[in-house]
T-cell receptor
Framework: EAAVTQSPRNKVTVTGGNVTLSCRQTNSHNYMYWYRQDTGHGLRLIHYSYGAGNLQIGDVPDGYKATRTTQEDFFLLLELASPSQTSLYFC?????????????FGSGTRLLVI | GDSVTQTEGLVTLTEGLPVMLNCTYQTIYSNPFLFWYVQHLNESPRLLLKSFTDNKRTEHQGFHATLHKSSSSFHLQKSSAQLSDSALYYCALSNYQLIWGSGTKLIIKP
């Protein structure tokens, strides 16, 4: 079973601060995704990637950057954090981009921007 | 564009009663894949079941759903709710990425 590991589990930062969320998957999946989850909004796609060095924009990319350094590692960067970015962030991976691909999620990172 | 609609934000049921969570979708694709994911409290979403076959019942862990292309629906059902079914349920449509519904929170009371 694919494993997706996120770090840190919890993060508190101040407005204007710099935050990096990390995600590593260990099953050689091609696709990786960053989502935020907020009550009333469900899961919203921030960025995704289909391989090392590739980056695709999701539905709510403003204020976020992402980088896929290797097949395994996908990072989400908040360079000037704002309170509106307080959320639960999930990383996910899938084997291929075909329609029947399952997503495997990490345990999430809870971010508080004060 | 493609979309998924879950009309109930919150469903509260008594243990032992049947469960039905609604999911309808819109897509230009003639052969969509539909998914149900479940997320228990303080956990991450995980796949519950999926289907792309029209009018075929798909079952997993006591839940079942049938894709009906004629009505663009993929409702999730269970004959008898258990306390452990309390969770957030997402319906999703795949068009090479997952298009997520807004989720239905299911609370089962004793």
């Amino acid at each position: 079973e694919a494993a997706v590991t996120q770090s840190p589990r919890n993060k508190v930062t101040v407005t204007g601060g710099n935050v990096t969320l990390s995600c590593r998957q260990t099953n050689s999946h091609n696709y990786m995704y960053w989502y935020r989850q907020d009550t009333g909004h469900g899961l919203r796609l921030i960025h995704y990637s289909y391989g090392a060095g590739n980056l695709q924009i999701g539905d709510v990319p403003d204020g976020y950057k992402a980088t896929r350094t290797t097949q395994e590692d996908f990072f989400l960067l908040l360079e000037l954090a704002s309170p509106s970015q307080t959320s639960l962030y999930f990383c996910a991976s899938s084997d291929t981009g075909t329609p029947n691909s399952d997503y495997t999620f990490g345990s999430g990172t809870r971010l508080l921007v004060i | 564009g493609d979309s998924v609609t879950q009309t109930e934000g919150l469903v509260t049921l008594t243990e032992g009663l049947p469960v039905m969570l609604n999911c309808t979708y819109q897509t230009i694709y003639s052969n969509p894949f539909l998914f149900w994911y479940v997320q228990h409290l303080n956990e991450s979403p995980r796949l519950l079941l999926k289907s792309f076959t029209d009018n075929k019942r798909t079952e997993h862990q006591g839940f079942h759903a049938t894709l009906h292309k004629s009505s663009s629906s993929f409702h999730l059902q269970k004959s008898s709710a258990q306390l452990s079914d309390s969770a957030l349920y997402y319906c999703a449509l795949s068009n090479y990425q997952l298009i997520w519904g807004s989720g239905t929170k299911l609370i089962i009371k004793p």
